[in-house]
């Protein structure tokens, strides 16, 4: 049966483990004309965070307000950058069309008291997908955003922490590089058409429901939100391009508008037990952590990455990371930078044990800087 998602669940799981040199396996069985598969991970770290300098402001994750909970330092027990989660897949071909339905709950480990993450349900996807080989794909749905999907699938430290910022920890999940390297790719009703394949080329066009900011204070004018994503496979590695458009609009003022526009280029290519990622995005309005976040400003992410597989069991890495404004005065939000150095041990083909060390840092444009260093050590499984 033909692929019918580029950016499904599945193959976030899927596509992350191979980049780590991992397998998972799910449960599969028939029913009727449908292949049902059910799997799905869970994960749980031990972090520590320490945060010194002065007080910088806004999304700076290296400062204490998020790095570590207002105060000196935190410890938490709770997710990684993946939430725990519950996967369930339906796949069938009728009258010449390959159908899918995706389906992901996710949960929290951990929350800022003993009870009240007990109901917080996570759900990210929730699609269906219809097409073949000569009419391409189109998928309806809630489901992943393309902007920055391959950064963060490739991160090492999807499977990990990477920065174990408190603000987010405490009862969702850690940031790895986003913040501090890329923009997250986000959640979105969205109606994506993928094209039939073109030799080494896949690409999809997307129309998303427009999204606010945080705290609402810029709004989603009446448009859809628009992005486009292009993988070229380059014998054994890979490239890709991709955009993304939304207008907004100030929420207690709709004279105050701006678009969103936010171009992305990057790239992975291996070298035997080495593997090297950059991926690099720019624009205005892309936002330090999600769309429209900064407001109006000019912004620049870079990622970096090297991977290398020591042992048949054992990959070592170490990734940089950083988001940097380019407009700003003074004390306003300048960049977060992130270095993370990890371990990642395949104890069995399902479960992989990590310990990553990191340092993130934040800046303002007068030059006052904040630093968190963290520790994540824990594991993941697959299922």
């Not at 307000?65 to 725990?84: D, E, F, K, M």
């Not at 996967?87 to 159908?99: E, F």
């Not at 609402?216 to 994503?229: D, E, G, M, R, S």
């Not at 769309?291 to 940089?320: E, H, I, W």
Request: charged residues 10%; positive net charge; glycine residues 14%.
């Amino acid at each position: 049966m033909r692929k019918t998602s580029t950016f499904s669940p599945r193959l976030l799981a899927l596509a992350s483990l191979a980049a780590l040199g991992c397998s998972a396996q799910a449960a599969g069985f028939k029913a009727g004309d449908w292949d049902m598969t059910v799997g799905g991970f869970i994960n749980a770290y031990y972090t520590h965070t320490n945060c010194s300098g002065p007080q910088v402001g806004g999304l700076a994750l290296g400062a204490k307000a998020l790095g570590c909970g207002g105060t000196s330092g935190r410890t938490v027990v709770g997710n990684g950058l993946l939430p725990n989660a519950l996967i369930t897949t339906a796949k069938t071909t009728q009258d010449g069309y390959d159908i899918s339905a995706t389906m992901m709950i996710g949960a929290a480990v951990s929350s800022s008291d003993s009870i009240s993450n007990n109901s917080n349900v996570d759900v990210r996807q929730g699609f269906m997908t219809i097409g073949n080989a000569d009419m391409g794909t189109v998928k309806l749905g809630r489901d992943y955003g393309m902007f920055g999907a391959n950064a963060i699938l490739s991160d090492m430290t999807l499977l990990g922490a990477g920065a174990p910022v408190n603000g987010t920890q405490a009862n969702r999940v850690t940031l790895g590089h986003i913040g501090a390297g890329y923009t997250y790719l986000g959640h979105y009703g969205q109606i994506a058409y993928t094209l039939p394949t073109m030799g080494p080329v896949t690409a999809t066009v997307g129309l998303y429901s427009p999204v606010s900011s945080f705290a609402n204070v810029y709004i989603a004018k009446n448009q859809p939100q628009v992005q486009l994503h292009a993988d070229v496979k380059a014998g054994d590695g890979k490239v890709w391009v991709g955009m993304k458009h939304q207008a907004f609009m100030n929420s207690t003022n709709n004279a105050d508008t701006f678009n969103m526009n936010g171009y992305e280029v990057g790239g992975s290519l291996p070298l035997g037990a080495f593997n090297l990622l950059a991926n690099f995005q720019t624009g205005k309005g892309i936002g330090v952590l999600a769309d429209g976040d900064s407001g109006n400003a000019k912004q620049r992410n870079a990622l970096v990455q090297g991977t290398f597989q020591a042992t048949p069991k054992a990959k070592l890495g170490l990734s940089y990371g950083q988001s940097r404004m380019k407009d700003g005065t003074g004390t306003a939000f300048k960049s977060n930078t992130n270095l993370t150095g990890g371990l990642y041990f395949g104890l069995t083909k399902s479960v992989t044990l990590v310990a990553e060390l990191s340092q993130t840092q934040s800046k303002n444009f007068q030059g006052d800087k904040s630093k968190m260093n963290g520790v994540a050590l824990g594991g993941i499984l697959f299922y």
